[in-house]
């Protein structure tokens, strides 16, 4: 069926259906209620079926970035069973191009990457109504309120309901949705400040009566109240509002109101007429995007700080028990970091050490943050929680009761953050990344003095985020990580040369992994430190069920390695397994070879590698010549299990000796693209090696020479 009969089908009068009027016809995109593409003459397209709106939703709020296909296919199917995910979202994709006719170039695909939608600035509503938002803003800034109400009114009007209605509620779509209320209220509040500042306060009673009921937490709010009902004669009832406030944040949440709150209170008992003038400006009336800081200071100028009381200062953060050891350099630049910028992600895999040392920076953050730190512990929640799941958590972990008279739990959360120099340890995002970004995000926006710490195996992408990736120790201090865990463990074992020169076989063989590390200490106290050496030589089993008090992600080597596997999606475990008969480094050129076949084409490989990357199950090094990447021996070792599993170890080293029975002859013409830089005569990389023996035992390869 071409557009002309859909459209006709639906029984929608769009256009004069002439065979050029869709290449004419300017198209407008709406989220600010229910999801809608309208023609240039005002008349909808039919979208059909919740999906469909959900995947118009998705790739119009992120526009004009590329949205990647395999979060569109959680983001639609959210892990409910579909058959062939990516042909279904091929289906999807193509029932939208349907819809957009000749427009249908707006909808671009960017191969082995995603989809993205081409608007102009113009062309969707939620942007235009940021623009008209912060130009109301800034008229009211520079003393115009007349100006500002005008532009501000008709932002307000863009609104035909509540955001993204019928878009359903993954966690993305929940997130953005959010924003976009948060943005609206901000503006509401604007808007009111303007027609104060104009006199308008007997119209405006019941108007902000109306959003202090849906809003009953927000301070701001009611301040707006006083102030037009005190400027409406009706100063009794203005200090009416303020005990009622008192009350709800006293019930709710176990706090004052805030200084700027109070000092209002104050001036209405002083008729002071100059101070209820004074529009309120500034951090208390604005949600400024998370952004580094230059100044070392986090006082927010007239925020002031309140105290949710001992428990809350506290925030259960206990100092580790054990010492720390070695990391000073980077510890020194965690805690610079997390000075200078208000969100930090400490980035790396599993056993690295990313939870002990954002522990150890808080510990040495104490002093600057008076209103306390606060550890936010993530890795009991479900994979893939959403926002509701990780507020609750944060709520819990700061010690906010439940509300019974029903106020939604994040503003109860933002209400008791807000003001407060404090800072947030949120440990192990990975697997719930998308809402504890969606969260993390929402809190920074409306408490500007809030700081986070976080850690995860993969970066939040969150606006403003700075990742700092942490490695595995130098052999120098994961021997002296060795000897102090050992020393504390077994004390009458003693270390001689001996047990120094095996520890440091254990630690280079275990990638000197501090987990790992702790791990194979834990054996001391059945074995010598050389007869873990040699055991741990025929495979890493001896780890499997080390008795170590911890997580139960971390109770053993493979635990950690699982709690990366199964976040992984099906394209990312398959190129994970095959990388794993890559011995030593490699280049992104073998990769892409070697891994594309009829089912994953080489820039999808690429695509995968890169996010494999991002979730810290690869290592890239980086050189004078091009890129090259590497998996972490306990980690490679881990994946060829997996491969093995599956049923298809066969097939991937087969594959990988035909490939490589092509490279000699190839590497002679075009050494840098296999050597990364190195002249051809240099020594071959391991992986091309395994990979040639392999090639060579099975007849492959009679021509393959191998330097060693």
């Not at 206990?318 to 805690?335: E, Q, S």
Request: proline share 6%; net charge neutral.
């Amino acid at each position: 069926m071409d557009v002309e009969t859909q459209l006709r089908h639906h029984g929608r009068e769009l256009i004069a259906l002439d065979s050029n009027a869709l290449d004419t016809v300017r198209m407008f995109f709406q989220v600010l209620g229910p999801v809608q593409m309208l023609m240039q003459h005002g008349a909808a397209l039919p979208l059909r079926g919740a999906r469909l709106s959900t995947l118009l939703a998705l790739l119009l709020v992120q526009a004009p970035a590329v949205v990647k296909r395999d979060f569109l296919i959680e983001e639609l199917w959210a892990g409910r069973p579909v058959k062939d995910p990516v042909n279904a979202l091929h289906l999807h994709i193509a029932k939208l191009r349907v819809l957009l006719g000749r427009n249908s170039g707006l909808l671009q695909t960017r191969k082995g990457l995603g989809y993205r939608m081409g608007l102009s600035a113009d062309m969707l509503d939620a942007t235009r109504f940021a623009r008209l938002a912060a130009e109301g803003n800034d008229h009211l800034d520079q003393g115009r309120p007349a100006d500002a109400a005008a532009v501000l009114q008709e932002a307000l009007r863009l609104w035909r309901g509540p955001a993204l209605e019928g878009a359903g509620d993954s966690v993305a779509i929940a997130g953005e949705r959010a924003r976009l209320h948060e943005l609206r209220l901000v503006a509401s509040e604007h808007l009111a400040e303007a027609r104060l500042a104009q006199g308008q306060h007997v119209a405006l009673v019941p108007e902000l009566k109306a959003l202090v009921a849906e809003h009953p937490l927000r301070e701001s709010l009611r301040g707006l109240l006083m102030r037009a009902l005190y400027g409406a004669g009706h100063q009794a009832e203005a200090l009416e509002v303020f005990d009622a406030t008192r009350g709800v944040l006293r019930d709710a949440l176990g706090v004052s109101p805030s200084p700027p709150l109070r000092a209002l209170h104050a001036a209405l008992l002083a008729h002071d007429t100059h101070a209820l003038n004074v529009p309120r400006r500034g951090p208390a009336a604005t949600t400024p995007p998370p952004g580094p800081r230059n100044a070392p200071s986090r006082v927010v100028p007239g925020s002031g700080s309140r105290t949710t009381g001992e428990a809350g200062r506290t925030g259960g953060l206990v100092p580790p028990l054990d010492a720390f050891v070695g990391r000073r350099a980077d510890l020194g630049a965690i805690t610079e970091a997390v000075r200078q910028n208000r969100l930090v992600t400490v980035v790396g895999p599993g056993g690295v050490g990313k939870t002990r040392i954002a522990l150890q920076t808080a510990d040495n953050l104490r002093e600057e943050f008076p209103d306390g730190i606060c550890l936010v512990e993530l890795a009991s929640l479900p994979a893939g929680a959403g926002p509701d799941r990780l507020i609750a958590a944060f709520a819990e972990a700061l010690g906010i009761p439940d509300s019974p008279d029903r106020i939604p739990q994040l503003a109860r959360l933002k209400a008791a953050l807000a003001g407060k120099r404090m800072l947030l340890v949120v440990d192990t995002c990975e697997h719930v990344r998308q809402g504890a970004a969606h969260t993390v995000d929402t809190l920074m926006r409306g408490c500007s003095a809030l700081t986070v710490l976080a850690t995860s195996r993969e970066a939040l992408a969150v606006p403003g985020e700075t990742a700092f990736p942490l490695r595995p120790l130098p052999l120098g201090e994961a021997v002296e990580l060795f000897r102090a865990r050992m020393t504390a463990a077994t004390p009458d074992l003693g270390w001689d040369d001996v047990t120094r020169a095996s520890a440091a076989a254990v630690c280079r063989r275990l990638d000197c992994l501090p987990l790992a590390i702790e791990l194979a200490v834990g054996r001391t106290r059945m074995l010598t430190v050389p007869d873990i050496e040699a055991r741990i030589a025929d495979g890493l089993h001896i780890l499997a069920q080390a008795p170590v008090p911890a997580p139960e992600r971390h109770r053993n080597l493979y635990a950690t390695l699982d709690w990366s596997h199964e976040l992984l999606g099906a394209d990312e475990k398959r190129v994970f397994h095959d990388l794993s008969v890559l011995v030593g480094t490699w280049d992104l050129d073998a990769a892409e070879h070697f891994c594309a076949d009829t089912t994953l084409s080489g820039a999808e490989v690429v695509d995968t590698v890169g996010r494999l990357v991002g979730k810290s199950l690869l290592a890239p090094l980086r050189g004078a010549g091009s890129s090259r990447f590497r998996m972490l021996e306990t980690v490679r070792v881990y994946a060829q299990q997996k491969l093995a599993a599956s049923g298809r170890e066969e097939e991937v080293r087969n594959r990988l000796a035909a490939w490589t029975s092509t490279q000699p002859e190839s590497a002679a013409r075009s050494g840098p693209k296999l050597h990364g830089g190195r002249p051809p005569a240099r020594p071959i990389a391991p992986a091309l090696r395994d990979a040639m023996w392999t090639a060579r035992s099975q007849g492959m390869c009679r021509s393959c020479s191998l330097t060693s």
